[in-house]
């Protein structure tokens, strides 16, 4: 009989809110559980399928927590695959490293936790001889190499590998345990169970290697539905993965083209139906968007001075679609080139001389700039791309934040100009 398995990595239990733009209440409780929704889903998945094992490839914990409420929430779903004689393989990652519940908690039997040297545990399936093998991170860094530290593949066994690492670098994500894909391919094991990168992707080669990506998005970097691996080998080893859906709520950027609408009513309706649109393509049950509002229209000082209004019109209508929520409006209307105002007009003036006077002096470029770079310091790595992966990104991001600036600036000033007209 073919031996089963759910691979899942980077679930970062219980991870605390990362958005600052979380703040509806109820979203914040939304995604504040959704971590532990998602390991629900696992759980039942394991159970449905009626699977041999999960594999869970490094991060359970999201670092240096102490709650108990999270031990006992683990403990009872791994109690529940316990139950039902499903086994649990489990490396920690470079998070896991840092929590206490790692070192502390009481786990039942069937849960192998690997330690810090390599190990391979064997069992007899279910016609089949299975080898796992892993090797857990003991600190928070691993800037060498673990593949060569791993022991050789059990022969006549299916050898499945274990391992939590960046491979050979991403955007995003700093670096530990490296390796190289054509390695893991040639190092004669059946399938590498991957974590740490929160992207899925499947490696093709010779052998089946899969960085699973993670079962629940935290944020607008962490967008689009997060699944699992379900993985079967079959009696002649040939091996099949499956994705299986596990995300509860979905973070996606959604864009509305605004041009040419002249009226309030028509911008809202605009928003409402990009949100149906996005409603009907997202698989998971919840849908968090951030929305980006584009092109030309006579209401872009309307829209940049009454933002707050605006954001009020999409929540309502989000609320009317269910299941759908607003977390965020990028603001990058312009008004008609025909209607924008000469150099005449005082507000234009001002415009212009925000950015050749004010925005084009290096010294207040560079403290805007060092006041993003304290921001990102304090950001967990995968959370940093939104200023670039490198110096010239990271340019061209400020850039962006000041000439916005500019323009809400000079658009809330016209506009009241215009109210007062």
């Not at 109690?79 to 840092?98: F, K, M, P, S, W």
């Not at 003036?349 to 006041?371: A, N, P, T, V």
Request: aromatic share 4%; net charge negative.
């Amino acid at each position: 009989m073919p031996f089963r398995f759910v691979h899942t990595a980077d679930i970062h239990l219980d991870s605390p809110l990362r958005s600052l733009a979380l703040r509806n209440s109820e979203l914040a409780e939304l995604i504040g559980g959704s971590t532990r929704q998602a390991l629900v889903a696992i759980v039942d998945l394991c159970l449905e399928e009626q699977v041999d094992a999960l594999v869970i490839a490094g991060d359970l914990y999201d670092g240096d927590q102490t709650s108990m409420k999270t031990a006992r929430f683990l403990a009872s779903q791994l109690q529940r695959l316990h139950e039902a004689g499903i086994a649990v393989y489990v490396i920690r990652g470079n998070h896991d490293a840092l929590s206490r519940i790692t070192q502390e908690l009481v786990l039942p039997p069937s849960v192998k936790i690997f330690g810090a040297r390599a190990e391979v545990v064997e069992s007899a399936g279910k016609g089949l001889s299975v080898a796992m093998h892993g090797m857990s991170f003991s600190k928070p860094q691993a800037p060498d190499g673990l593949l060569p530290r791993y022991k050789s593949p059990v022969p006549d066994a299916v050898n499945i590998g274990i391992m939590h690492t960046s491979l050979a670098g991403a955007p995003g994500h700093d670096v530990y345990a490296p390796c190289n894909v054509a390695d893991l391919h040639a190092a004669g094991f059946d399938y590498w169970a991957l974590g740490h990168i929160h992207q899925r992707t499947h490696h093709q080669g010779a052998r089946t290697v899969i960085m699973p990506g993670m079962p629940q998005g935290r944020d607008i970097n962490e967008a689009g539905a997060k699944t699992v691996s379900l993985v079967t080998i079959a009696d002649d080893r040939s091996i099949a993965v499956e994705e299986r859906l596990t995300s509860v709520a979905q973070f996606e950027r959604v864009s509305v083209h605004l041009g040419g609408v002249v009226e309030w009513r028509d911008a809202a309706a605009a928003i409402e139906a990009a949100l149906l649109a996005q409603r009907e393509r997202t698989a998971s049950p919840h849908l968090v968007a951030r929305l980006r509002l584009t092109g030309e229209t006579a209401l872009a000082w309307k829209i940049r001075r009454d933002i707050d209004l605006m954001q009020a019109e999409a929540e309502q209508r989000s609320e009317r679609i269910g299941n759908t929520w607003i977390e965020k409006l990028e603001v990058e209307v312009q008004p008609p080139a025909a209607t924008r105002g000469t150099t005449a007009d005082p507000v234009s003036e001002l415009r212009q001389l925000m950015r050749d006077d004010i925005l084009g002096r290096s010294d207040f470029r560079d403290e805007i700039s060092d006041m993003v770079r304290d921001l990102l310091a304090d950001l967990p790595p995968e959370s940093r791309n939104f200023a670039g992966d490198d110096q010239a990104g990271f340019d061209r991001f400020i850039d962006g934040l000041l000439a916005r600036g500019t323009e809400d600036i000079s658009a809330r000033m016209s506009a009241a100009e215009r109210d007062d007209s």
